[in-house]
């Protein structure tokens, strides 16, 4: 087992590195932390390559960790490492889950150039509650391995395929596979207790102007979501929460 010390180490640094999106996309790693993601990336060890544990941690009995790669670090180097304000000292460095073509399957979420990590985490998370068969995020979106995003979708990552593709190709592979494909607008469409049951496809969109144009243009069918209040729009997570459970429960 290995020991690291001192923050200004050479491998701390480089892990340090992978809070940015530039040296994720480089090297293909991202780092998790805490007790919760930590362990449930325990659940899929095929994707860890280092587990790294402040001396101060006490990592639960449960855990079976004697065939990985485990290096303790002291408290100032976990300090050093960590991307939150009170760290619990327990860090996964990971491989991304590379997934090329949309995977088989009846139910998706694909998310249209949303940006906030919250939102993708939190939808992330819905879908897989409801059980769906894949996220995917189109161009514009935030990237899933963010901190932000991972602690928000809470480990569902690793429970069910979210990839990046272009959903304009998504959207004529789903047709072909007589998947139909949902869009979210506030014109031109229908309200969603009105849809029939079976397979689909949602697309929701960027948090201030919506799924695009070009998008709503080809979908199967357009919905929307009354608004009672005096609000102007929901939050797309809290949107795609209600859509996904409705049309899940109707499949």
Not at 100 to 108: E, K, S, W
Not at 151 to 175: C, K, T
Request: a negative charge.
């Amino acid at each position: 087992m290995n020991y690291i010390q001192s923050a200004n180490n050479t491998h701390i640094k480089q892990l340090n590195k992978l809070w940015t999106k530039k040296e994720r996309d480089k090297t293909g790693l991202y780092l998790l932390e805490g007790f919760h993601l930590v362990e449930e990336a325990l659940r899929h060890k095929e994707y860890i390559e280092e587990l790294l544990l402040s001396e101060e941690a006490v990592p639960p009995a449960s855990w079976n960790v004697d065939d990985l790669n485990v290096t303790m670090i002291s408290a100032d180097v976990a300090k050093k490492l960590s991307d939150t304000e009170n760290g619990q000292g327990v860090f996964a460095l990971c491989r991304k889950q590379e997934t090329a073509d949309l995977p088989d399957g009846t139910t998706f979420l694909l998310l249209d150039a949303v940006q906030d990590p919250g939102n993708i985490g939190t939808m992330i998370r819905t879908a897989d509650a409801a059980g769906l068969d894949a996220v995917l995020l189109g161009h514009g979106s935030g990237d899933l391995y963010n901190p932000k995003v991972l602690r928000s979708a809470q480990g569902s990552h690793f429970h069910l395929p979210v990839m990046s593709m272009d959903l304009m190709d998504a959207i004529v592979e789903l047709n072909s596979r007589n998947v139909p494909v949902y869009g979210t607008a506030l014109e031109g469409a229908v309200d969603y207790r009105e849809t029939n049951p079976g397979p689909f496809a949602l697309i929701v969109g960027n948090e201030g102007s919506g799924v695009r144009q070009e998008l709503l243009g080809i979908t199967t069918k357009n919905v929307y979501i009354p608004i009672y209040g005096q609000s102007e729009s929901l939050n797309v997570a809290v949107a795609a929460g209600i859509l996904l459970y409705h049309f899940r429960e109707n499949n």
